[in-house]
């Protein structure tokens, strides 16, 4: 393992680790159902601890990359040709997945409960006290931890701003940008977006999409200088954007000295081993808000969101809106803090994307079996 851990930087060494593996992973170095080195192995190769890379192993378990068996090691259960189909997989159009749990998010109501008595009994009265503005220290910590190991997305607690749910985090949005009068969205695009910016008394310039994001005349056609996007995955289109496409978002941005509205719903459930990129994780030019909540990977009553502030825009914020009470309450802030912290929110989602993938997986199989019955 020709792997260097850079000591002095702040990424720490089991997230240096688990991308160097999770890169191998992905381009076959370790194929599909060969075995990693032992950890002891991986330790002395690499220099650092043995709980270093018992915790990178943990999260490439966690997100799907590899399974471990009881006395054999660790083994790759990433198929890179899962999502490298034919031409006839990329054409099929695949079902919803309906939850099939006892709660409406699919988020399993003994866990929340289990983790609700926890919070109760570890906390007790300090749920009845009032929320800092922005949101707690412990959910916010929770949040940017979650956001180092899932997206690469790596920020300080200060960045998070947490709110109930994407509408009021729009409405907050409007306050800051409010000075810019326009904004560029998505047509089609969530109706609700335009309708809580022009309640705020933000013009809407609606730019048409193609089959991988809104077309590049479009957005060389409007003067606005804030652009709300949902990349990942357009809500009616289904649209997601390609990495050139999000580049162009960037530059976009960069040349009139704008500001992107990275709308992040769904993204957690993708039917991908490998998540799509953010446009935060991959530019340097601190113009990208990012806006993400909860309501779609727990349930539609877990009114949580929260979006993460450039830091050259925090001064701004807290001078223009510093002054808003935060809209969640501790308790439930605390509750999902406790289920980021302790993996159960992580699991879930791990559960719920291999439940996917077996469905899509099941069809393409189905398909395929049609084709050669005729």
């Known amino acids: 393992m020709n792997y260097h851990i850079d000591t002095r ?12 593996i999770k890169q191998d992973i992905l381009s076959e170095v370790y194929p599909y159902g060969s075995r990693l080195p032992s950890k002891r192995t991986i330790a002395e190769e690499t220099g650092v601890s043995v709980v270093t890379v018992e915790h990178a192993i943990a999260l490439l378990s966690e997100e799907g990359y590899i399974e471990t068996r009881q006395r054999s090691g660790c083994f790759v259960i990433y198929n890179k040709s899962d999502f490298h189909g034919t031409p006839l997989l990329k054409s099929i159009t695949f079902p919803e997945i309906q939850p099939q749990s006892s709660s409406v998010g699919d988020f399993p109501f003994s866990v929340f409960a289990k983790t609700m008595r926890k919070v109760l009994n570890h906390y007790g009265n300090r749920i009845f006290v009032k929320s800092p503005n922005s949101g707690c220290d412990e959910l916010r910590t929770e949040i940017c931890l979650y956001l180092a190991r899932s997206r690469g997305i790596f920020v300080k607690p200060l960045q998070i701003i947490v709110g109930s749910g994407a509408e009021y985090l729009y409405g907050l949005i409007a306050q800051l940008f409010r000075d810019r009068k326009k904004f560029a969205l998505e047509q089609p695009s969530y109706d609700k977006i335009r309708k809580v910016y022009e309640a705020m008394g933000i013009q809407c310039d609606m730019l048409s999409m193609t089959q991988d994001g809104i077309a590049s005349k479009e957005l060389e056609r409007t003067d606005a200088t804030v652009l709300h996007v949902t990349p990942f995955n357009s809500f009616p ?5 390609g990495i050139s496409k999000k580049h162009e978002y960037l530059r976009w941005a960069k040349q009139r000295d704008g500001f992107i509205i990275e709308d992040n719903y769904d993204s957690e459930l993708t039917v991908s081993k490998k998540p799509e990129d953010p446009l935060f994780s991959i530019t340097t030019d601190s113009n990208v808000v990012y806006v ?27 001078r223009r809106l510093g002054f808003y009470s935060c809209t969640v309450p501790v308790f439930e802030q605390l509750v999902l803090a406790e289920l980021l912290r302790n993996g159960d929110f992580e699991r879930h989602i791990n559960r719920v994307r291999r439940k996917k993938r077996k469905a899509v997986n099941a069809v393409g199989n189905d398909s395929l079996n049609n084709e050669k019955s005729f």
């Open 292 to 318: 993400n909540t909860f309501s779609k990977t727990i349930a539609p009553s877990m009114r949580i969101g929260y979006m993460i502030l450039p830091e050259k825009l925090l001064e701004d914020f807290q």
């Open 237 to 241: 289109s289904g649209v997601t954007a």
């Open 9 to 20: 930087s702040s990424v720490p060494a089991y997230m240096q680790l688990y991308k160097f």
